[in-house]
T-cell receptor, first 113, second 115 residues
Framework: LAKTTQPISMDSYEGQEVNITCSHN???????ITWYQQFPSQGPRFIIQ???TKVTNEVASLFIPADRKSSTLSLPRVSLSDTAVYYC??????????????FGAGTQVVVTP | GAVVSQHPSRVICKSGTSVKIECRSL??????MFWYRQFPKQSLMLMAT?????????EQGVEKDKFLINHASLTLSTLTVTSAHPEDSSFYIC???????????FGQGTRLTVV
């Protein structure tokens, strides 16, 4: 499974856009990029997943350059409730090993008023 | 999205006793479930892969005789922490994947405190 590298922490103010970049230099051809959010004492929650270019849903956007060696999670207009740890994971979906996720350190995002 | 439920959400037990944690997929069948452990301020660490109808596969360094996993049905996996010690106190989380889906769903976690 491809190793990922993210910043340890990021601080932001309410209403700002937060962009977290994840490096995954050894990403394989059939790997997808998935981001999870975790609040204290809760299990991770799926945010967004993509393979290439740009993916957008109601909570975030995911930007993936052509070489796929990195990806950027964009959280628009964050609020205090977005304070959490964000994990970037790379794995091949729809295979027997899918779901066997290796979590990195994650990025602690702190949003202040 | 699919729902994975864990029970109990928190448990306190005495040293030397055993504790069972249940993980259920509520609206889908999961032939494979995964168990993680998370210590304070640390990331999730995969402990084992639970396979319905067969033995679990444990990650290196995880004692299979201490962390017993049973996956008796397509919707239930259990993790039993045997002869618990204070160092087993942690946050245990399970996950499962619905066939054909590309995302894994996580339970809400179980906070185990051994006193």
């Amino acid at each position: 499974l491809a190793k990922t590298t993210q910043p340890i922490s990021m601080d932001s103010y309410e209403g700002q856009e937060v962009n977290i970049t994840c490096s995954h230099n050894n990403i394989a051809t059939n790997d997808y990029i998935t981001w999870y959010q975790q609040f204290p004492s809760q299990g991770p929650r799926f945010i967004i997943q993509g393979y290439k270019t740009k993916v957008t849903n109601e909570v975030a956007s995911l930007f993936i350059p052509a070489d796929r060696k990195s990806s950027t999670l964009s959280l628009p207009r964050v609020s205090l409730s977005d304070t959490a740890v964000y994990y970037c994971l790379v794995a091949p979906p729809l295979t027997d090993s899918w779901g066997k996720l290796q979590f990195g350190a994650g990025t602690q995002v702190v949003v202040t008023p | 999205g699919a729902v994975v439920s864990q029970h109990p959400s928190r448990v306190i037990c005495k040293s030397g006793t055993s504790v069972k944690i249940e993980c259920r997929s509520l609206d889908f069948q999961a032939t494979t479930m995964f168990w993680y452990r998370q210590f304070p301020k640390q990331s999730l660490m995969l402990m084992a892969t639970s396979n319905e109808g067969s033995k679990a596969t444990y990650e290196q360094g995880v004692e299979k005789d201490k962390f017993l996993i049973n996956h008796a049905s397509l919707t239930l996996s259990t993790l039993t922490v045997t002869s618990a010690h204070p160092e087993d106190s942690s946050f245990y989380i399970c996950s499962a994947r619905d066939t054909g889906e590309t995302e894994a769903f996580f339970g809400q976690g179980t906070r185990l405190t051994v006193v």
